[in-house]
């Protein structure tokens, strides 16, 4: 298994202009998440989504959009980039056991710089 | 919603000594769970340990244990015999259960272990 992937793994970005970050699962996970961290601080939730076809707001989710068409992919996609989008943007992702959440795999994260 | 606090930016220690990090969270729920992630330079997050709310004992993993405090909402992270490889950010983060699995995160404490 190669657990979670992002692409790429480093990129810069003009202001303004537009990406998405791919995230790839190959353990079957339902749950799907995307963090930013920030220079210092800890991991804060953009977006997460509980299954195909199923997305919902994080605690920064301003200035990107998600979608889940199938189990494995949770793409981020970055509209009109500003410098405070500058940051390393981490997927993850959780199975869903016995009802319960359990511990979130990580990706090994995306560095994102905008100028 | 809740909130969780490192209050430690950074703690250095040596080989083979003790070292504790501590966490304090706020919440109003009674079910959760805690964990405790370290991300080393390569910048992977790696589950280090957890604890389930209902749970009185505390978790160990190895040479991490925890001591958890439900009425005082204190999480702290012990690492014993401190090995070169422990230099790293650890972040204390907090699930509640039946919240999809949403991680809130604490800044982080950098340990830096010293020959």
Not at chain 1, 24 to 52: C, E, F
Request: glycine letters at 8%; a positive charge; proline letters at 5%.
């Amino acid at each position: 298994n190669a657990g979670v992937t992002q692409t790429p793994k480093f990129r810069i970005l003009k202001i303004g202009q537009s990406m998405t970050l791919q995230c790839t699962q190959d353990m079957n996970h339902n749950y799907m998440y995307w963090y930013r961290q920030d220079p210092g601080m800890g991991l804060k939730l953009i977006y997460y989504s509980v299954g195909a076809g199923i997305t919902d707001k994080g605690e920064v989710p301003n200035g990107y959009n998600v979608s889940r068409s199938t189990t494995e992919d949770f793409p981020l996609r970055l509209e009109l980039a500003a410098p405070s989008q500058t940051s390393v943007y981490f997927c993850a992702s959780s199975p869903r056991l016995a009802g319960l959440v359990y511990e979130q795999y990580f990706g090994p994260g995306t560095r994102l710089t905008v100028t | 919603a809740q909130t969780v606090t490192q209050s430690q930016p950074e703690m250095s220690v040596q080989e083979a000594e003790t070292v504790t990090l501590s966490c304090t969270y706020d919440t109003s729920e009674n079910n959760y769970y805690l964990f405790w992630y370290k991300q080393p330079p390569s910048r992977q997050m790696i589950l280090v340990i957890r604890q389930e709310a209902y749970k009185q004992q505390n978790a160990t993993e190895n040479r991490f244990s925890v001591n958890f405090q439900k009425a005082a909402k204190s999480f702290s992270l012990k690492i014993s015999d401190s090995q070169l490889g422990d230099t790293a950010m650890y972040f204390c983060a907090f699930m509640k259960q039946g919240g999809w699995g949403k991680l809130q995160f604490g800044a982080g404490t950098q340990v830096v272990v010293t020959p």
